[in-house]
């Protein structure tokens, strides 16, 4: 089993910035794709950014410019960098991890998600 588990959520004024972690427990496993997606309330969790064991990124239009991924792939983490944070940031931000298996076989994981407040 491989559980993430994000961290560095919380409540921020409009044009602050947060960092969010994640990282997976477990031996014996890579991640080829880390990315971070969010749920607003009421709406549909959707991709914030990603990045690829190959080094591509690929951000929302909405976050481009202000939020930044990366990954330390040796200790299974996942980062994002929050800047110029706006209201419609609002949201909780979940931790994706993509495990490789035998052949091409792959296993998604989820973390719980750590909740971001913008708001003055």
């Known amino acids: 089993q491989v559980q993430p588990v994000e961290s560095g959520g919380g409540l921020v004024q409009p044009g602050g910035s947060l960092r969010l972690s994640c990282a997976a427990s477990g031996d014996s496993f890579s991640i080829s794709t880390m990315g971070w997606y969010r749920e607003a309330p009421g709406q549909q969790r959707e991709l914030v950014a990603e990045?690829?064991?190959?080094?591509?990124?690929n951000y929302a239009d909405s976050v481009k410019g202000r939020f930044t991924i990366f990954r330390d792939s040796a200790k299974n983490a996942v980062y994002l960098q929050m800047n110029s944070l706006k209201p419609e940031d609002t949201a909780v931000y979940f931790c994706?991890?993509?495990?490789?298996?035998?052949?091409?076989?792959?296993?998604?994981?989820w973390g719980r998600g750590t909740q971001v407040t913008v708001s003055s």
């Open positions: 990045s690829t064991s190959g080094g591509t990124t």
């Open positions: 994706k991890m993509r495990v490789p298996r035998s052949g091409t076989y792959y296993t998604i994981y």
